[in-house]
Nanobody
């Protein structure tokens, strides 16, 4: 069974950086979409970044483009999200998600496209 375990969240001041990790198990993840989503209190969950594991094509939510970077280490079955130039509005619970294997090399940031979810890691940015 697929399991996703996030780590790396924490509290930083505005302008700081964090690196989130998502350790995936239970599948080969050869041609899946792996995504990072976030949800702030009182707000809907939104897709932040996604990567197609076979080839590494990426997609980003416009407000984080240029500040966040998604990457993968296939040997470690781990997906990372580097968060730079953090802003207070980035404060949220961040979730890792995985799709079932799919054909095609581009991933969406719609949560209904993802089948497996981690428990989340909290990111708090103070001004």
């Amino acid at each position: 069974q697929v399991q996703l375990v996030e780590s790396g969240g924490g509290s930083v001041q505005a302008g700081g950086s964090l690196r989130l990790s998502c350790l995936a198990s239970g599948d080969s993840f050869d041609n899946n979409c792996m995504g990072w989503f976030r949800q702030a209190p009182g707000k809907e969950r939104e897709g932040v970044a996604a990567i197609y594991t076979d080839g590494g094509n990426t997609r980003y939510f416009d407000p984080v483009r240029g500040r966040f970077t998604i990457s993968q280490d296939n040997a470690k079955n781990t997906v990372y999200l580097q968060l730079n130039s953090l802003k207070p509005e980035d404060t949220a619970m961040y979730y890792c998600a995985a799709s079932t294997p799919q054909i095609g090399s581009w991933c969406d940031l719609d949560d209904f496209e993802y089948n497996y979810w981690g428990q989340g890691t909290q990111v708090t940015v103070s001004s």
